[in-house]
């Protein structure tokens, strides 16, 4: 239970004390009291990934049990949640100043409930209309619309020295949950996991038997203990109080606009690639159990997202995104020389899935990268900016600005969920194969590797990171 603590600058739930570039501070009271905000925040943003995604898997299937769509129809179901989800993230960017960390992490989790019930009841209907499942698909966008309020709650916790690996954790892990979802859901949807309370199997042609419910309905008790800790164990930080106006501020800043260019590269393809995946799979290589390796690529890009923080704090965030870059420039063209083709119809799936898991882990990379960027840049522009400021008041307002950053990037670039799988279903519509749409990707990389080198990256650059 949580009680007035004088000593620990601490009223309720929320810290009337943050220092946290304070030494004495951090060692004292600050690391502890932020490693439990991040560790309760990771398992929340977890499974905002998992529902936010769910859908790529659940569409998948709904062919199989009787639901008969175009795949064009099927291409815009896996990428509506990318659509509604950076959307909302536009909102809930400037959320965490206005409500307090915990207490909308703690709601913003709890909504996750309304497409989990929701997909488990309409999947179980035959008689469930296309614009019910359209309906289903945007409100799993309430998962990716949590990312951005996430990312900015944890950026406050944290000093400029560890805030990349602290980022890197909670976005890598958290990022983590599409890939739990894709392992999961394929196991849950062959057994009656909930008995009688889960409703009746669908029985396919082979004898075999799905519960698609199951997609949704196995996130549901996660959901409400995740939200529960949340509300009971994480923090509001009082000096991280501020009106949308006083976020406002960012629209002015340039580098603000290229971050989001930059970020869409990163973390827009890694989401991008992991709702359309699945599917693109299935296209290309129908003889492939796809479910059973899909799993893999989020799994690896959340990983090394979470594992290679420390990497762009020690070597510099901008050095780290331009090699990064490179090297997904050419994991594309791999992509596109192991397609089915008129000279290899059949493709090779191995090189293809190669060629993809090394994507995937580069974008986790430049995921970590990109964020730590975000700090560096802005303790850099704001005493330019507003030299009027004293020391102290210029630290609390390069904190703030880039935390608005941070959430607004994510938001940006959380329309890669959309155009992604989008772009794969116009190339497969006009051309018959994705490799226009991948071609596209590899010409944007090209772009975000010139931007990165101009601004960040080389000797002399305008603002080294």
């Not at 929340?44 to 898997?57: C, K, P, R």
């Not at 602290?166 to 394929?186: D, K, R, W, Y």
């Not at 970020?263 to 003889?287: E, R, V, W």
């Not at 191995?350 to 882990?361: E, I, S, Y």
Request: proline residues 5%; aromatic residues 16%; positive net charge.
């Amino acid at each position: 239970m949580l009680t007035k603590n004088t000593s620990l600058g601490r009223q309720g739930a929320t810290l009337t004390e943050w220092q946290p570039e304070s030494e004495a501070f951090w060692k004292d009271r600050g690391y502890a009291i932020a490693a439990r905000n991040l560790w309760i925040s990771i398992p929340n943003l977890l499974l905002a990934f998992s529902v936010w995604m769910v859908w790529s898997v659940v569409v998948a299937k709904l062919p199989a049990i009787g639901f008969d769509y175009s795949t064009g129809q099927l291409f815009w179901l896996a990428a509506l949640p990318g659509l509604s989800g950076a959307t909302l993230r536009i909102f809930y960017s400037f959320m965490i100043p206005i409500f307090g960390g915990r207490k909308w992490t703690a709601i913003s989790t709890a909504t996750l409930l309304l497409p989990a019930l929701g997909i488990g009841f309409a999947v179980q209907d035959p008689d469930t209309p296309y614009s019910v499942f359209l309906l289903l698909a945007l409100m799993c966008g309430f998962g990716g619309g949590n990312f951005a309020s996430s990312m900015a709650n944890i950026a406050y916790f944290y000093p400029k020295k560890t805030k990349g690996n602290a980022l890197a954790l909670n976005a890598g892990l958290g990022n983590l949950g599409v890939s739990v979802m894709q392992f999961v859901v394929p196991m849950v949807i062959t057994a009656g996991v909930f008995g009688a309370l889960g409703g009746a199997p669908v029985t396919l042609e082979d004898g075999s038997q799905l519960w698609i419910q199951n997609a949704g309905f196995i996130w549901v008790p996660f959901i409400v203990l995740s939200a529960v800790a949340a509300w009971f164990g994480m923090n509001d930080i009082a000096d991280a109080k501020a009106s949308f106006r006083d976020q406002a501020v960012i629209f002015k800043r340039f580098h603000n606009w290229v971050m989001c260019i930059l970020y869409t590269g990163t973390f827009g393809s890694f989401i991008g690639y992991a709702a359309g995946f699945p599917l693109l799979m299935k296209t290309q290589f129908p003889d492939v159990n796809v479910l059973q390796y899909a799993f893999l690529g989020p799994l690896v890009g959340a990983l090394s997202r979470a594992a290679t923080g420390w990497v762009s704090d020690r070597f510099g965030g901008g050095r780290v995104t331009f090699w990064t870059f490179l090297g997904m420039i050419v994991a594309v063209w791999g992509v596109l020389q192991f397609l089915p083709s008129a000279a290899s119809p059949a493709g090779n799936f191995w090189g293809f899935f190669a060629c993809f898991m090394a994507l995937f882990f580069l974008t986790g990379v430049g995921n970590a990268s990109t964020f730590q960027m975000i700090p560096t840049i802005m303790r850099r522009e704001v005493p330019r900016l507003m030299p009027e400021l004293d020391e102290a008041a210029t630290l609390k307002q390069s904190e703030r600005e880039s935390a608005a950053i941070i959430a607004f990037t994510s938001a940006i670039a959380a329309y890669g969920a959309f155009f992604i799988p989008k772009a794969y279903g116009t190339s497969i519509s006009m051309t018959g194969a994705p490799n226009g749409a991948l071609w596209g990707f590899l010409a944007f990389y090209v772009v975000c590797i010139a931007i990165t080198w101009i601004f960040y990256s080389r000797k002399n650059a305008p603002v080294p990171c």
